[in-house]
């Protein structure tokens, strides 16, 4: 998408949406999704509508394995397009923060399904500006503002899992 880290302050962007991969991969069920990843639904508009309120999210769950991707590209100084050279270096955080981020973004489809479908009925017939979408928007927002102010919540993240995937790809980066 792209989005991801529009506008970022020291290690963290301050707003973002989900990438294109981390909905493809977390087998989603709100219709939202779908309409986000084809653009359908504005990627302004998401960062403005929930961008903050995701980000936030983001960062107190997986913001860990973020930073530790991160201090691998640097230390590496690697070029982040270049993932045929990175990737066998800094791979390992790399798949632990997706795997992290799909965890995040199938609990965020549980609890905020409501919201999100209702912004997912007012992306409309490509009218811009669309009041509806904004307002709708917003309240994805504020659902994953609860959701960030739930002291509970804890995700189940595979680590395992991304290892593993990290390895296989690993193998096959190499042939």
Do not use: I
């Not at 653009?39 to 509508?49: F, Q, R, S, V």
């Amino acid at each position: 998408m792209g989005q991801e880290n529009s506008k970022v302050t020291q290690d963290h962007p301050v707003r973002m949406v989900p990438t294109t991969t981390t909905v493809n991969k977390a087998g989603l069920q709100s219709k939202w999704w779908n309409l986000q990843v084809s653009g359908a639904a504005p990627a302004p508009a998401c960062l403005e509508g929930y961008g903050r309120q995701y980000a936030a999210l983001f960062e107190r769950h997986c913001g860990e394995h973020r930073k530790d991707h991160q201090r691998c590209m640097r230390k590496g100084k690697f070029d982040p397009l270049d993932m045929k050279t990175w990737y066998p270096v800094c791979g390992e955080p790399y798949e632990v923060e997706t795997a992290c981020a799909v965890s995040l973004l199938k609990e965020v489809d549980v609890r905020c399904r409501a919201q999100l479908d209702s912004a997912a009925d007012a992306v409309g017939h490509g009218q811009a500006p669309n009041p509806k979408l904004t307002k709708q928007l917003e309240s994805v927002g504020q659902c994953m503002a609860q959701l960030g102010a739930d002291k509970h919540l804890k995700l189940t993240v595979d680590t395992a899992q991304a290892k593993e995937r990290f390895r296989l790809s690993k193998q096959l980066l190499a042939r």
